[in-house]
């Protein structure tokens, strides 16, 4: 059933913060190479971040330095910091592993008005 869930999204002004929450069964978060992606309105779903079982983490170059992936003390839940956020930031944003091992779950909503 469902592996993954993302959530946190919202509605949040150009410059605000707004972090994002991936949870999974059991430890499987930290079990793999993780990473979030995003699909706006009308484009290519993207990889924007990503971190490694052994958490070595990278960024597309349109989110460095703002966005951060991280995992929690337990590997139970992975986050994505955002900080920053422009209205090109506006997708939906999804959690899988980096190897797309899990179907797509429905993602979450991230509007960033200007």
């Known amino acids: 059933q469902v592996q993954l869930v993302e959530s946190g999204g919202g509605l949040v002004q150009a410059g605000g913060s707004l972090r994002l929450s991936c949870t999974g069964s059991?430890?499987?978060?930290?079990?793999?190479?993780m990473g979030w992606y995003r699909q706006a309105p009308g484009k290519r779903r993207e990889l924007v971040a990503s971190?490694?079982?052994?958490?070595?983490?990278n960024y597309a170059d349109s989110v460095k330095e703002r966005f951060t992936v991280s995992r929690d003390r337990a590997k139970k839940i992975m986050y994505l910091q955002m900080s920053a956020l422009k209205p090109e930031d506006t997708a939906v944003y999804y959690c899988?592993?980096?190897?797309?091992?899990?179907?797509w779950g429905q993602g979450t909503q991230v509007t960033v008005s200007s």
């Open positions: 059991e430890s499987f978060v930290g079990m793999n190479d």
């Open positions: 971190i490694t079982s052994r958490s070595v983490t």
């Open positions: 899988n592993t980096l190897r797309l091992s899990v179907g």
